[in-house]
């Protein structure tokens, strides 16, 4: 498929302009078990991937006004998803500055106002915000930054901790907006934070006893840059932003570039075009490098009791393995079990139905993938993947209006406080 700005691919070495999706229309194509000739029919014209992954079933596109004519012509079994993917993304609204909690000389300031969730952020603010829970929760936790990213940013986090100290149990690591464009992942993640600290401070009874019992270590945004891209130059920007020597696209798929089971035919591409390139071997992106390392010192201390890499979208909790659809976790029961669980109270919350199960069968094979090394390299008892609200493209996609973000927190704690309350 050509490359616009914002294509298929998500590819452009540099885009001139901020890429603007007006009057693109979005189509849901089934493709009868004929991807790959789906992807040729489709190479000519300039449209931009709105899926979430390698689902050959069908394809999620957003087709250029001055082609939908002629993909209109082509006949294929396709549904609208959307009239114009620029009136979408208006919906999600300007990003709102945030301004910093005040901490008067000797006081402890209170949380953040819960009219953070309110609105999308830029990543100077996500960190703002991790200080501003830090200087509520002042013994309790500590902002740490686990590295840089390729062009320099922080990959940062904040780690809480109970009453024995800093470093005293197993580990809890959830990761967030690996994926750019899911914008989405970042504030839901630091819902369950608030809700956490908050809980602690009021001494209800899941948040004491998993802080108390647990470190955690929550990163709401690991690759920084994509995410700055994606409000700067391109809203559905997918991967990091590393150029290759000899490739003209941009970017390597951090969640296809884990060094574990890395090349399977079928879970990734080798292609730099594609969303879901793993790059020229396994582990070469700088983030992961951060990621890794930093999984590793934490659950090396006193072992990791839960991994979790959140994502949108599909509504899906996924567990080991993608690489491979005959192969399950050796305490996948356990693990189903809980998960069951999980989605059940998530269902509670508005209704929402979260598939859950092994990632491959449930959805399709993935390799390189975080939920697979975590479980065998890091050890994770438990390692999970979200797929957050919506179901589909039809309802949303990546694009999603700021009302959904406390909606969606408040079904994700419903969820991870029957996991916190189950181990």
Same mark, same amino acid.
């Given at each position: 498929?050509?490359?616009? @700005?914002?294509?298929? @691919?998500?590819?452009?070495? %540099? ?11 979005? %189509? ?62 208006? /919906? ?24 953070? %969730? ?7 603010? &996500? ?10 929760? $002042? ?27 800093? *470093? ?40 004491? /006893? ?29 991967? *990091?932003?590393? &150029?290759?020597? !000899?490739?003209?696209?941009? !970017? ?48 090396? =201390?006193?072992?990791?009791?839960? %991994? ?11 567990? $080991? ?17 809980? @998960? !069951? ?5 998530? /269902? ?45 493209? =039809? ?29």
């Amino acid at each position: 498929m050509k490359s616009a @700005a914002g294509a298929l @691919a998500l590819a452009l070495p %540099f885009v001139a302009a901020k890429a603007s999706y007006d009057g693109y229309k979005a %189509f849901h194509i089934d493709s009868h078990h004929s991807y790959e000739a789906l992807q040729e029919k489709l190479s000519a014209l300039h449209v931009v991937d709105i899926g979430c992954g390698d689902d050959h079933d069908h394809l999620d596109i957003a087709v250029a006004p001055e082609d939908i004519a002629a993909f209109e012509a082509l006949g294929l079994d396709a549904s609208v998803v959307a009239q114009d993917v620029g009136v979408e993304l208006a /919906r999600e609204g300007a990003l709102k500055p945030y301004t910093a909690t005040v901490k008067a000389a000797g006081e402890v300031p209170g949380l953040p106002e819960m009219s953070w %969730f309110e609105s999308y952020h830029e990543f100077e603010d &996500h960190l703002q915000f991790l200080e501003d829970v830090h200087a509520a929760f $002042p013994n309790n936790s500590e902002t740490f930054v686990a590295g840089e990213s390729l062009e320099g940013r922080p990959i940062s986090g904040i780690h809480l901790w109970g009453r024995d100290g800093p *470093n005293a149990h197993e580990a809890i690591v959830w990761h967030g907006t690996v994926h750019a464009r899911e914008w989405i992942v970042a504030p839901t993640v630091e819902y369950l934070l608030y809700q956490l600290v908050d809980g602690y401070q009021k001494r209800t009874c899941t948040a004491v /006893r998993a802080i108390d019992n647990y470190d955690f270590y929550i990163m709401p945004v690991v690759n920084p840059d994509g995410f700055v891209y994606t409000y700067t130059d391109d809203r559905l920007w997918r991967k *990091n932003r590393q &150029h290759r020597e !000899g490739a003209t696209c941009v !970017g390597t798929d951090i969640n296809r570039n884990w060094p574990h089971h890395w090349d399977v035919p079928g879970g990734s591409s080798p292609n730099p075009c594609s969303g879901t390139y793993r790059g020229e071997a396994p582990g070469d992106t700088p983030e992961m490098a951060v990621l890794t390392n930093h999984t590793l010192e934490v659950g090396g =201390r006193n072992g990791l009791k839960l %991994f979790v890499d959140w994502h949108a979208y599909s509504q899906l909790i996924m567990l $080991p393995y993608g690489y491979d659809c005959s192969k399950a976790a050796e305490n996948n029961d356990y693990q189903m079990e809980l @998960a !069951g669980g999980v989605a059940e109270a998530i /269902r509670s919350v508005d209704g929402r139905v979260f598939v859950y199960g092994p990632t491959c069968p449930t959805i399709y094979q993935t390799s390189g993938v975080s939920m697979d090394w975590a479980y065998d390299i890091a050890g994770a008892e438990l390692s999970w993947g979200y797929e957050l609200r919506p179901a589909n493209a =039809r309802d949303g996609g990546f694009v999603l209006p700021p009302e959904d973000i406390l909606v969606s927190g408040q079904e994700q704690w419903a969820g991870i406080k029957h996991l916190l309350n189950n181990f």
